[in-house]
């Protein structure tokens, strides 16, 4: 997934990239509106805005309404201006969410989540004879539903959610430990996995070695 942080504040920038990266986002970061409006003119394939509404060159909620809402790109306000009007005027322009600082990076991430979710195309994600219904947290194999456990689903939700990227051994072990709440060690990881492609009976999920696991879409 591909994300346009439109942000001055370098510290805000630093701390966004380092945890959009370990949950698996392409995070690009650029601190003006005229380099933001530069980046959009030559990138096509942005799934997601963070903007900023007061900007060293201009304001972001006019920018919004001017440029983004125009290329139809699902946009999440993240501001100091928490003025009800404001939030209320974005909101009603199009904007999928507003969040004001001081603000909870995993607050942040978890509606980033929600909105992409939001803007798939189908909650059915197929590759080869698997299909995830994301929805309903179900998966078929040649239309035949498949029994996973909890957790199992969770991983598997994880590795379709980012199609064509890794997951890190790292991410999946802090996906466990979130459902769990048992501290696990990378044999674990190794454990479940094992079990996933068991059940599966389909060679979707590549290792990558040392690094963690991925399912490509074609």
């Known amino acids: 997934m591909n994300i346009l942080l439109i942000e001055d504040n370098l510290t805000i920038i630093k701390g966004l990239k380092y945890a959009f ?4 986002y392409n995070l690009v970061s650029k601190t003006t509106i005229q380099k933001a409006q530069e980046y959009l003119n030559q990138n096509s394939q942005i799934d997601l805005i963070i903007l900023d509404i007061t900007m060293p060159d201009g304001n972001g909620l006019y920018f919004y309404e001017d440029t983004i809402k125009k290329m139809n790109i699902p946009t ?12 209320v005027k974005s909101l009603d322009l199009g904007a999928e969410d507003y969040l004001t600082k001081p603000f909870s990076t995993k607050e942040l991430l978890v509606r980033v989540k929600k909105v992409l979710m939001r803007h798939k195309k189908t909650s059915i994600i197929k590759v080869k004879d698997i299909s995830f219904n994301m929805d309903k947290m179900v998966i078929y194999k040649n239309e035949k539903k498949l029994d996973f456990s909890p957790l199992e689903l969770k991983i598997l939700q994880l590795l379709f959610f980012n199609l064509n990227k890794v997951v890190t051994r790292n991410v999946i072990l802090d996906k466990i430990w979130e459902v769990t709440g ?13 079990r996933i492609r068991e059940k599966l009976q389909s060679d979707i999920i590549t290792t990558i070695k040392g690094i963690g696991y991925r399912i490509d879409e074609k």
């Open 182 to 194: 048992n501290d696990v060690d990378d044999h674990t990881i190794t454990v479940y996995l094992k």
């Open 76 to 87: 999440i306000f993240l501001t100091a201006v928490a003025s009800e009007e404001v939030i």
């Open 21 to 24: 990266l370990k949950n698996n």
